[in-house]
């Protein structure tokens, strides 16, 4: 019975064919097709100021220099805001829930981050790892410590997505098991957490549309600090 609660972490398959695929190919509906107007209908105009209202948020923080990561964020934090919600959908599963995907999302972009801050500066970047005004018998063991967290960041994002993702797929599966098992027994208080299974959704969208906002800003302060 517990195997089963993580059976929704593998990919579905269908006659060999695994249901990843052709969700994978649901966001292409939203792309707006091209025309010789900006703005053909009100699906493009909503799809147009949400991507420019990502874009200042993600950017407010970052000087010009940073400007250049635009294209990459936005494009980053819409896939990432993709696959959440489409992992809430019946028959396929999230593969941001997997730490494999996730590591090898944050792990690059970090490092590049890190590598644009040692080659543009590389005195200001190195004077992170030594607070000012440390005693001077405390600076091995700071730089040890700084330089710990700083190689724990791309750990840390992966891990958080992959966690809060993972988490939350767990109770929908466990509180609609106890919905459906209950229903026999005990209607009224099936009823009741069949309620709390659709307010446990609703916060479970919040929460992957939350996640991909936090990702991608993380990203874009650690951007900020090396620019």
């Known amino acids: 019975m517990n195997l ?28 707006p097709t091209p025309g010789r107007r900006w703005l053909t209908n009100r699906l493009s105009t909503l799809q147009l100021w949400m ?18 990561w635009a294209l990459l964020l936005t ?5 990432l805001l993709s696959i959440n919600l489409m992992g809430l959908l019946p028959y396929t ?16 972009l970090w490092l590049a981050t890190l590598l644009i801050g040692l080659r543009n500066q590389p005195s200001a970047s190195l004077a992170h790892l ?14 040890m410590i700084e330089t710990t967290s700083l190689l724990i960041r791309p750990l840390a994002l992966g891990v958080r997505l992959t966690a809060n993702l993972t988490a939350g797929h767990l109770l929908i599966q466990l509180i609609s098991t106890a919905t459906i098992a209950l229903m026999p027994m005990m209607p009224s208080i099936s009823t009741l957490t069949a309620l709390i299974l659709l307010l446990l959704t609703i916060l479970e969208v919040a929460v992957a549309m939350i996640q991909a906002y936090v990702f991608v800003l993380l990203l874009s302060l650690y951007l900020q600090e090396n620019i």
């Open 4 to 31: 089963s609660f993580f059976d929704q972490f593998s990919s579905p398959y269908l006659m060999g064919i695994p249901l990843i695929l052709p969700s994978l190919l649901l966001p292409t509906l939203l792309f």
């Open 51 to 68: 991507i420019n209202l990502v874009t200042k948020q993600l950017m407010a923080p970052l000087n010009k220099a940073g400007h250049k």
């Open 75 to 79: 494009s980053l934090i819409l896939m």
């Open 93 to 108: 599963f999230t593969p941001t829930t997997q730490l494999s995907m996730n590591m090898a999302l944050a792990f690059p």
């Open 130 to 143: 030594l607070p000012e005004g440390t005693p001077t018998p405390l600076i091995p063991i700071l730089i």
